[in-house]
């Protein structure tokens, strides 16, 4: 004959029980939200900003910044070559 366990144990089986239960489930519901989502394609760009483009040509420049200097009729003829 097989002797009942006490309310506490019981009780504590449950619980065991239980959240054994709600691991599974968490781990499935995961699992399935990861193969549903497409892949997002990566950009990577090797050497960005470590290039070099030459400047011995009809290049003019000035010290400074000044967003009229950005006009079509910005008169730079004074600057520097």
Same mark, same amino acid.
């Given at each position: 004959m097989l002797a009942h366990a006490s309310p506490a144990v019981e009780s504590w089986r449950s619980r065991c029980g239980f959240v054994l239960c709600?691991?599974? %489930?968490?781990?499935? %519901?995961?699992?399935?939200?990861a193969a549903s989502v497409p892949a997002v394609p990566v950009l990577v760009v090797d050497n960005l900003g470590k290039g070099a483009a030459p400047l011995d040509g009809p290049w003019q420049f000035h010290p400074g910044d000044d967003p009229a200097w950005a006009a079509a009729s910005f008169d730079d003829s004074s600057w520097g070559r």
């Open positions: 709600l691991c599974t %489930a968490l781990s499935h %519901a995961e699992q399935t939200h």
